[in-house]
């Protein structure tokens, strides 16, 4: 064996401490913040660069700000496999969560460029600049600019300072009249395979270290206000009650109860809130949020359709009129079976057991199903799959096994 070549633990060794590295561009001193053309985002972008580059690739940055690395093929100008993921965060979020799915892809190209392997395809590892949305409001940002989908409309759209998403791009220099050109051509593309940590506990409590994403599960979303009658806690009596946030719980428990027990089907109420509620008042008002999802459209279809008949069967029993207003909807997007196929194909052949698994959560890689196939490899969380927090953490040992199952995974890749 070349001994400039990494042993497995080694490589994930090299990942974790990449991951801790790139965590110290952060807009906070004590978390890891890290949004949209910050200054803190730029740290990153160009550690990022820097890291590519020394992993033999040559770098670009498009007009949305993603950091792109291409390690050319045998013919130049190939078709290229493309591999990425974001790095931007959360409010307070994890160091894995998007990150990894650009530093292990390095970690793989550096283990090439080393032996000098070359494929008859490019490798393009994009690191998306936004994904999560927290400073402008808009999220999948790069990758909806590197599919050619991106919503001009959302440049006027202002961070918490007032500054719209228009200047602060031109004062870092990207200038929106060049988004369009951020886009790939179809042709110049192969598929698109995310590398993310699963950002849930599926694969910690079956003990499987990956799995295969079967699809990207689609989402409905609504703000529900219910209006009802204010009264005093002490003299209105219960059956003269227009309670409007216990027709709001009834709903709420439906929601849990609807969405139990049916594979891959999730229904949250993530906000409730009671406006201007006191402790001796029947409450007047409620307004809370649903969000559902699901693997299969049809079945997210026909639980939002169940819920929305029973806000209304509520409403009428219970003497509350509801107004549900629709926040967000969007299809579920499934993976291609073919680079499914080839993925599991890599993770049996390293020994490992095989497991599909929905992901409930969107990625970077529901964008770029608007261009090419798509497919992603999920990697155990630990600390009970917690992400978007702190406490988000995984394994080198992990890493060095995605990276390996990755590295087949190409070396082995046919279209
Ligand atoms: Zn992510």
Known sequence: ???????????GERIMRWADDLAQFSEAPDMLTRTYLTSAHHGAAAQLAEWMCAAGMSVRRDMAGNVIGRYEGLIPDAPALLTGSHFDSVRNGGKYDGNLGILLPIACVQQWHKAGKRFPFAIEIIGFAEEEGVRFKATLLGSRAAAGTFDLAVLDNLDEAGHSMRDVMAASGFHAAGLGKAAYAPQAVLAFVEVHIEQGPVLLNQELPLGVVSAISGASRFTVEIEGLAGHAGTVPMEMRRDAAMAAAEIGLYIEQRCHGTRGLVGTVGQFNVPNGAANVVPGKAIFSIDIRAE??????????????RIEQIAQRRHVVVHTRKTHEASSVPCAPWLQQQLAGAIETSGIALKHLPSGAGHDAMAMAAITDVAMLFVRCGNGGISHHP???????????????FSRFVENFKH
Do not use: K
């Not at 299969?296 to 008949?309: G, H, K, S, T, Y």
């Not at 406490?391 to 199952?405: F, H, P, S, Y």
């Open 1 to 11: 064996m070349d001994c400039n070549i990494e042993t497995p633990t080694a490589c």
């Open 391 to 405: 406490d988000e953490i995984m394994t080198a040992a992990d890493a060095a096994l995605a990276a390996q199952v």
């Open 296 to 309: 299969q459209d049809q079945i997210r279809q026909a639980a939002v359709a169940d819920v929305l008949a």
